[in-house]
């Protein structure tokens, strides 16, 4: 839905960090890329525009700095656009697991109005009832469930952070649409995944048991164990585990799960053809997503920031561009690797983040082919 007719390579626009003189510092370069790709065609006079963020989650520090936010409400208040910021509510406990806690969590991480110049507006409301279903033609799904002030907003522009990720392999654009978009039960829809604890790794540290939002995880004896009839598939259990004794069924859950994502994202940008666009930031390119209390050491060094309308495409245009980075020293990448060398697969092993581009293209969300523009 995001290529034309002729199916050409989508147009991925590319600043670099590089400045020395007041209109090429950081900001200058966003309001660069915001006119180069074409975003003022994005937003029409009088839309309410959300710009879709994450805060990151208390003890992250690597999230999107609140000042890209700003410069990019100032190029949609330019439009004549009315810009709000805003995110989801979590599937798992934590600082943002209702709207009151998430927009606490969000001050503290600057998104503030002085800052933003908008206000903070979690789109799915205090406890993440604000739902639409929208109707969708994807394998897995008929109908998704959406945040309801996504769905009533004119148009959109979304700000991902590319990282990795535990499951995914990597958080950018398309995962930023598909979590970042849906409120708690679209969430449980996409993890479709249940965990199990090999009990040979365990060491009984309980950390498990203090992240789990439902309960699934408890001590039997001296070993954790996970009752998957409760287990909601959130991946915190994995994320926290310090042996790595949380597992799942790798060669049958992984795909589906990637499946469902990719068409939640589609979801997500449903009825707003041509009013959508993107920027992903490849500065601080860490292990994990920002949904976790801390900051590791980043992977790659620095790269810059590029925008574009089709995601599959912004999200292809970044994958590259990591890998064809050699790994920053003392990072999770314990040995390094080589320039080229897939950094996501040998992060986290058995993720599919190449689904994202093939079913991406396959149920109309992009296309992974792009021309690089340099800005």
């Given at each position: 839905?995001?290529?034309?007719?002729?199916?050409?390579?989508?147009?991925?626009?590319?600043?670099?960090?590089?400045?020395?003189?007041?209109?090429?510092?950081?900001?200058?370069?966003?309001?660069k890329l915001f006119e180069a790709a074409g975003f003022d065609a994005v937003v029409a006079?009088?839309?309410?525009?959300?710009?879709?963020?994450?805060?990151?989650?208390?003890?992250?520090?690597?999230?999107?700095?609140?000042?890209?936010?700003?410069?990019?409400?100032?190029?949609?208040?330019?439009?004549?656009?009315?810009?709000?910021?805003?995110?989801?509510?979590?599937?798992y406990s934590g600082s943002r697991h209702n709207a009151a806690d998430h927009i606490a969590?969000?001050?503290?991480?600057?998104?503030?109005?002085?800052?933003?110049?908008?206000?903070?507006?979690?789109?799915?409301?205090?406890?993440?009832?604000?739902?639409?279903?929208?109707?969708?033609?994807?394998?897995?799904?008929?109908?998704?469930?959406?945040?309801?002030?996504?769905?009533?907003?004119?148009?959109?522009?979304?700000?991902?952070?590319?990282?990795?990720?535990?499951?995914?392999?990597?958080?950018?654009?398309?995962?930023?649409?598909?979590?970042?978009?849906?409120?708690?039960?679209?969430?449980?829809?996409?993890?479709?995944?249940?965990?199990?604890?090999?009990?040979?790794?365990?060491?009984?540290?309980?950390?498990?048991?203090?992240?789990?939002?439902?309960?699934?995880?408890?001590?039997?004896?001296?070993?954790?164990?996970?009752?998957?009839?409760?287990?909601?598939?959130?991946?915190?259990?994995?994320?926290?585990?310090?042996?790595?004794?949380?597992?799942?069924?790798?060669?049958?859950?992984?795909?589906?799960?990637?499946?469902?994502?990719?068409?939640?994202?589609?979801?997500?940008?449903?009825?707003?053809?041509?009013?959508?666009?993107?920027?992903?930031?490849?500065?601080?390119?860490?292990?994990?997503?920002?949904?976790?209390?801390?900051?590791?050491?980043?992977?790659?060094?620095?790269?810059?920031?590029?925008?574009?309308?089709?995601?599959?495409?912004?999200?292809?245009?970044?994958?590259?561009?990591?890998?064809?980075?050699?790994?920053?020293?003392?990072?999770?990448?314990?040995?390094?690797?080589?320039?080229?060398?897939?950094?996501?697969?040998?992060?986290?092993?058995?993720?599919?983040?190449?689904?994202?581009?093939?079913?991406?293209?396959?149920?109309?969300?992009?296309?992974?082919?792009?021309?690089?523009?340099?800005?």
């Amino acid at each position: 839905m995001t290529q034309d007719a002729n199916h050409e390579p989508a147009k991925v626009y590319f600043a670099d960090l590089r400045a020395r003189t007041p209109n090429r510092n950081r900001t200058a370069k966003l309001k660069k890329l915001f006119e180069a790709a074409g975003f003022d065609a994005v937003v029409a006079e009088g839309d309410l525009t959300a710009v879709k963020v994450h805060f990151g989650e208390r003890g992250c520090d690597t999230h999107i700095s609140p000042t890209y936010a700003r410069a990019v409400v100032d190029c949609i208040r330019g439009c004549g656009g009315r810009a709000f910021v805003t995110d989801t509510n979590t599937l798992y406990s934590g600082s943002r697991h209702n709207a009151a806690d998430h927009i606490a969590t969000a001050v503290e991480h600057g998104f503030d109005y002085a800052v933003l110049g908008a206000p903070v507006i979690i789109a799915d409301g205090l406890d993440s009832t604000n739902i639409l279903e929208v109707p969708i033609a994807g394998k897995h799904f008929q109908r998704v469930k959406i945040a309801g002030d996504i769905v009533r907003a004119d148009s959109m522009l979304v700000l991902s952070h590319f990282k990795g990720h535990e499951l995914a392999g990597f958080g950018g654009a398309v995962k930023n649409l598909a979590m970042g978009c849906a409120p708690r039960a679209g969430k449980q829809d996409q993890h479709c995944v249940r965990f199990v604890v090999d009990d040979k790794l365990c060491i009984g540290c309980t950390e498990c048991v203090t992240v789990c939002p439902v309960g699934a995880a408890a001590m039997v004896g001296k070993k954790a164990v996970i009752d998957k009839a409760v287990c909601i598939g959130c991946g915190e259990c994995l994320t926290v585990c310090p042996k790595k004794a949380m597992s799942i069924d790798w060669q049958t859950e992984i795909v589906p799960f990637m499946e469902r994502m990719v068409e939640y994202a589609l979801g997500a940008v449903t009825g707003k053809q041509g009013r959508v666009g993107y920027v992903n930031f490849l500065i601080n390119v860490t292990p994990d997503c920002d949904c976790v209390p801390w900051s590791d050491a980043p992977i790659v060094p620095d790269i810059g920031f590029l925008a574009a309308t089709d995601p599959v495409a912004l999200d292809k245009a970044c994958f590259d561009l990591v890998n064809a980075q050699a790994a920053c020293p003392e990072c999770k990448l314990e040995h390094g690797l080589s320039l080229g060398a897939d950094k996501f697969t040998a992060l986290w092993q058995r993720t599919r983040g190449d689904l994202t581009f093939a079913h991406g293209a396959a149920i109309g969300l992009g296309r992974p082919e792009y021309e690089l523009i340099r800005v």
